[in-house]
């Protein structure tokens, strides 16, 4: 973007020659109006020995905006000379929030390109990195700081005090540091009054300091040590590879593709702990907050200062664990997406634990994928990335293979540890064995009793929440829908009532049909309610936990049932896809999958790549053990490819039929793809914003001569969402600079009417 200052217009041709040169910071603002801005640091906010008020890069000022000079507040990106005339000065800060920088200038480089590379304001992306938390300073509190001033503690024994008064000097003057109120008069267990006597007469100053109050948390907890386990053939070679990048200090980023219960996480726990060992740090990224318990207290066992992100975490905690990581106080940096952003001064490795998950990308701005922002980091800071899966996103596999634009490197682990075989897969086709009632077939229940009997646990996937996934009259066929979403209503019967997925609106569920008053209302489809309620029906006796976006809203919840089914207290584990991924249980002898189709069929070029992953990973949660495992896939296709390739555990057939279609269409990997989401009360008014939006990015990019190729502009998947509709608009191309270079030229300089909003999504992973 275009640097300018906050004058009303540019000076005149014949004031350039006035002009002088002041020392100035560059501002940008997290909400207003985009760009940089100038102005003029006063003489005390520009001198390091006042650390509280210095102004230098990475922290937060407030600074006066426009001609009414509203008070906003923005971030310091550059402090250096800029001109400014005597008739019309920079105009000067007013503040400065932090006593410390929060952005490094590492990751001010950073988010400068994520601000290009996603088209979002560079001051919206960095209140996006930096946590509410350490925004806020969350878990501290002003406290007035006590100290005997160097003058009056040279003259002490000289002074004519009475007794409580001459203790208080005397305890102050003889502490190392500045106490506080309280502290000081605890310890020479008084009252406030001799204290606030000798402030009145000046022989004890005070000022006021913002602490730290928060207490230890459980992440501090000291666990037994657990030594590195020896390596099998694969995971060596595995390990060698990242080994070399991590020696020779430079950036290579290592694609480890290991089949389910290969041993990648002890990979790179020992490639890690070569890393801490140079004094440096590492950051894990998870996909799930379930996954973090079980990470954390494997990486607990293994170092022994430990750090956590997550979204789950409070304020407090997450300040807390900010700054200890940007103390240089921590090992290792274990959490979701948002971890890539840990302040770590000393980073030596990066690992993206099943680099596949669709969780990395950010659906709300600033919409980055941490996979992507991870290989700029890494590569920025001269450190290696593994990036780790036993079903890599096909961007990722592409760069693998020869001819590849960007090259990764391979490192293959096929057979799991200790030789034990992949898990039998069998597949149920429902349009065959789907006749009896309930989404369990009788080949599953049949193998569930069977687990059951010889003391083996369950675990059942089926990826919709709810009780019934749609509410349908048989009569007239209306179909109950959110009053304010193009969606189906789901039921839930622990809550009687039908909710939106999408806006939580949730209503009575309806007795008769609304609009042909029909009693013959039908609840249909399956959910993991429903599944629940037949699952504890045909096993009674038999403990069920049922793990959802329902069930796991408490914190802790996550870790709680998975300690229980750990321990053998829950017998069947049953949920969305928030159990198909990255959980170790030996004992788990059936894997259960009630609907392999479910999302075979949306409107999105991935449907087939994302099937054959869910499949393919809660497949790979069985047989960890020693007495085996086995898989049922229910499902209505048994011919699709990605089912036959997921029941065959064979990513590689899968990719090899997958991405020629994608070659053919231009749809990545093979290409750059941006999607524009326009939404607003009045269709007329989005049809014609975008319409306009369209019209203006064909001329862009024939003026450009640039290969990009429009799609649309049409009605999204889902044409209702919140009470607004939503179109959008598709553009492909070969280069992703082509792409952004018609965006900036076609869509950023349209501003959308009143009550319409327009958002791009650079490479985006969902469709709907």
């Not at 001010?108 to 304001?121: I, S, V």
């Not at 306009?692 to 990015?697: F, H, I, K, P, Y």
């Amino acid at each position: 973007m275009s640097q300018r200052s906050l004058f009303d217009a540019e000076p005149p041709a014949w004031e350039i020659d006035a002009q002088s040169m002041v020392l100035a910071a560059t501002v940008v603002l997290p909400s207003g109006p985009p760009g940089e801005f100038d102005y003029a640091i006063p003489d005390t906010m520009a001198d390091p020995r006042k650390p509280d008020v210095y102004v230098e890069p990475g922290r937060r000022v407030r600074a006066p905006l426009g001609r009414g000079n509203r008070p906003v507040v923005g971030y310091c990106v550059a402090v250096g000379p800029k001109p400014s005339s005597p008739s019309r000065p920079l105009k000067p800060l007013r503040g400065v929030l932090d006593p410390v920088s929060l952005v490094s200038p590492s990751m001010l480089r950073l988010t400068r390109w994520m601000a290009d590379h996603y088209l979002t304001p560079w001051g919206q992306v960095l209140e996006g990195v930096v946590p509410s938390g350490v925004r806020g300073r969350a878990g501290t509190r002003d406290v007035t700081l006590l100290s005997v001033p160097t003058k009056v503690a040279a003259r002490l024994t000289g002074l004519e005090l009475p007794p409580k008064q001459a203790d208080v000097l005397q305890a102050l003057a003889a502490s190392s540091k500045p106490l506080s109120l309280k502290q000081l008069a605890m310890r020479v267990g008084c009252t406030t009054a001799p204290i606030n006597a000798l402030r009145k007469r000046g022989l004890i100053e005070s000022r006021v300091e913002r602490l730290a109050t928060d207490g230890l948390l459980a992440e501090d907890v000291a666990v037994e040590r657990q030594p590195a386990k020896r390596l099998n053939p694969d995971q060596a070679r595995t390990l060698d590879t990242i080994l070399a990048a991590v020696d020779a200090g430079e950036h290579e980023t290592i694609l480890v593709h290991g089949v389910t219960g290969s041993g990648k996480t002890e990979v790179y726990l020992q490639a890690i702990e070569r890393v801490v060992s140079f004094g440096r740090q590492a950051i894990v990224l998870v996909p799930e907050i379930s996954l973090t318990p079980q990470t954390v207290g494997r990486f607990r066992e293994r170092f022994d200062r430990i750090a956590v992100l997550h979204s789950h975490q409070s304020d407090v905690e997450r300040h807390r664990q900010w700054r200890r990581i940007a103390a240089g106080d921590v090992e290792v940096v274990v959490g979701a997406r948002s971890a890539v952003f840990a302040p770590t001064p000393h980073l030596g490795l990066v690992v993206i634990d099943e680099e596949h998950e669709t969780t990395f990308k950010q659906d709300t701005a600033p919409r980055y994928h941490a996979r992507d922002v991870a290989l700029e980091r890494t590569r920025a800071e001269g450190v290696p990335l593994v990036l780790a899966s036993a079903t890599p996103s096909l961007e990722a596999w592409r760069c693998s293979q020869p001819g590849a634009p960007e090259r990764f490197r391979l490192a293959s682990m096929p057979r799991r540890i200790g030789d034990l075989p992949m898990p039998a897969v069998r597949v149920v086709d429902l349009r065959v064995d789907g006749e009896s009632r309930g989404a369990i077939s009788r080949p599953l229940y049949q193998a569930m009793d069977q687990a059951l009997r010889d003391d083996g646990q369950i675990i059942l996937l089926l990826n919709r929440r709810g009780y019934s996934t749609h509410v349908q009259c048989p009569a007239c066929g209306y179909a109950l829908k959110c009053d304010h979403c193009d969606v189906a209503m789901t039921f839930h019967r622990q809550d009687n009532a039908v909710v939106c997925h999408w806006c939580d609106y949730r209503s009575a569920p309806p007795t008769v049909c609304p609009d042909c008053r029909s009693p013959r209302i039908r609840y249909g489809g399956m959910g993991t309610q429903k599944l629940e309620a037949e699952v504890n029906a045909r096993f009674r006796g038999v403990s069920v936990t049922r793990m959802d976006a329902d069930t796991m809203r408490r914190p802790g919840s996550h870790e709680t049932a998975l300690d229980a089914f750990r321990h053998g207290e829950t017998r069947i584990l049953l949920g969305t896809q928030m159990i198909a991924k990255g959980l170790d249980f030996p004992n788990v002898t059936l894997v259960g999958v009630i609907s392999a189709d479910s999302a075979l069929n949306l409107p999105d070029f991935r449907a087939a790549e994302r099937t054959f992953q869910l499949v393919t990973q809660v497949a790979g949660r069985t047989g960890r053990g020693e007495r085996g495992g086995r898989v049922i896939v229910q499902t209505f296709d048994p011919d699709h490819p990605a089912i036959l390739a997921a029941v065959r555990h064979d990513y590689e057939r899968f990719a090899s039929e997958e991405l020629p279609a994608r070659r053919a269409l231009g749809y990545p990997p093979f290409g750059v793809m941006a999607r524009i989401i326009a939404r607003g009360a009045s269709e007329p008014l989005l049809t014609a914003y975008l319409d306009q939006v369209a019209e203006t990015l064909k001329r862009a990019v024939q003026e450009a001569g640039a290969k990009v190729r429009l799609v649309g502009p049409a009605p999204a998947p889902i044409t209702r969402l919140r009470g607004e509709f939503r179109r959008h608009l598709q553009m492909h191309s070969p280069s992703g600079d082509a792409v952004r270079a018609a965006l900036r030229a076609g869509w950023l300089p349209i501003k959308p009417p009143e009550g319409v909003r327009s958002v791009v999504d650079i490479d985006p992973t969902d469709m709907l």
